[in-house]
């Protein structure tokens, strides 16, 4: 950090003991934004730096260190949900923290509104996002008309229960184990009174917005960042996520083995509906992560150009070149348009990258072992290391064609890199 910055900053002039509390505010508030622990010990770096604190910072997923001058403080967190709205705030705060545009009092202030702030998307927008990123993946994956109905009812079930789920403090696992209980129960009886039903589609697809893929993506990106106990706490988050739903699959389809199936052939869809479903998915992402409303115009055109991109280059070579080229191509376009709509790069990224991520195969791979097909479960498992790896790769790789290593940390962070 350059010796401009920290004494061109009007917070420096205020007590150390606020400047640490304003600190502690913003570490708290980010983490509960859902920034990844790499980024958000990025940015409180160069904040403290800003402010001219010496501290020190260490996130995992459910916890917050901070060292001031000997002086420790511990936070005890919760795995948040990722809220773009608030990181885009945050971010602004820090980035007026570090152009000098604002005291340590308005800075806290600008901060408790972002605590208290409510989602501008009501329930029932943030459902029909639920239903339509269901109805959007079912597409995607090659389903007909009846697998895109019994996919968008599930999806529907489980938005509703995730809901109940949160209003009620239930235990993540446990809410995983129920969806998927419900979600095979839901596409056996679908399955039952519809032609041509996939079940494995189905199940899939209803539980999309559940499957933990950004957080494996994000897991792998801690761990190649060396942040190796926050990436390798948020992977066994993810897999015991993944692991209670199979299991919860796996008992809605004993229940539902009873089930006489109905038989006959699904309407198969065209190019039409592919296009339609890659147009709309990333909207209903960005619902589903609270971003900005000025800023979706953005997000919706880094997230088609980063799927075209996978998609063109998944289809003539493989799927990991394919994501290593959509996550490149996400970067390039995200962070350019980044800076001209003046916000965080992750803010516009992250509905692109939930588009990418590998969390259908993570989940593919458990019904497998599930079914006790052990060659196509690890197989499996495999490629979604592979593909996690190929994304992150991408998407650092875009980082530096656009010069972020090179350029000063606190300019990265103005800029959301």
């Known amino acids: ?8 900053c009007p917070v420096a002039a205020a007590p150390l003991k606020r400047r640490r509390e304003l600190l502690m505010e913003l570490a708290r508030e980010l983490h509960a934004a859902g920034a990844p622990c790499d980024r958000l010990e990025e ?14 910072f260490f996130a995992t997923p459910t916890s917050l260190f901070a060292g001031f001058g000997g002086r420790a403080y511990f936070v005890r967190t919760h795995r948040a949900e990722v809220d773009l709205e608030r990181l885009s705030l945050l971010d602004g705060i820090v980035r007026d923290l570090l152009n000098g545009t604002v005291s340590a009092r308005k800075a806290s202030q600008r ?10 998307y009501p329930g029932w927008l943030t459902r029909l996002a639920a239903v339509t990123i269901a109805a959007a993946a079912a597409v995607l994956f090659g389903g007909g008309v009846t697998d895109v109905v019994a996919a968008a ?26 969806a998927g209980t419900a979600a095979a129960l839901i596409a056996s009886l679908c399955g039952a009174v519809l032609p041509g039903v996939t079940g494995s589609l189905v199940i899939l697809s209803g539980l999309i917005i559940l499957v933990p893929g950004f957080e494996i993506t994000t897991a ?15 992977l066994a988050g993810a897999l015991l996520t993944l692991v209670a ?3 919860g699959v796996a008992i809605g389809l004993g229940v539902g083995a009873s089930v006489p199936a109905h038989g006959g052939t699904a309407v198969a869809l065209g190019p039409i509906a ?4 890659v147009l709309v998915a990333p909207v209903a992402a960005a619902v589903l992560f609270r971003a900005p409303l000025r800023a979706l115009p953005a997000m919706w055109l880094v997230s088609v150009a980063g799927y075209g991109a996978s998609h063109a280059v998944g289809r003539i070579s493989s799927i990991e070149l394919g994501a290593l080229a959509g996550a490149f191509t996400l970067g390039i376009v995200g962070r350019w348009l980044a800076k001209r709509v003046h916000e965080p790069a992750e803010v516009l990224l992250t509905p692109g990258l939930l588009l990418l991520v590998p969390g259908s195969m993570g989940f593919r791979s458990l019904l497998a072992l599930v079914e ?40 990265r962070v103005a800029v959301g890199d």
């Open 1 to 8: 950090m350059s010796e401009r910055i920290i004494v061109s």
């Open 43 to 56: 940015v409180l770096d160069a904040a403290a730096a800003g402010m001219g604190v010496k501290g020190e």
């Open 111 to 120: 901060v408790r509104e972002v605590r208290d702030l409510t989602s501008r």
């Open 153 to 178: 009812l599930v999806g529907l079930v489980i938005a509703l229960g995730v809901q109940w789920g949160i209003e009620r403090r239930t235990v993540p696992a446990v809410t995983s184990v129920l």
């Open 220 to 234: 792998v990106r801690e761990l190649s960042g060396q942040h190796l106990i926050a990436g390798s706490s948020r």
């Open 245 to 247: 739903m199979a299991f």
């Open 274 to 277: 592919f296009s339609v479903a």
């Open 372 to 411: 006790q097909d052990a060659t196509l479960g690890v197989t499996e498992a495999f490629r979604v290391s592979v593909v996690a790896l190929a994304l992150v790769v991408g998407m650092l790789v875009s980082a530096g064609v656009r010069g972020a290593p090179r350029r000063a940390l606190a300019e």
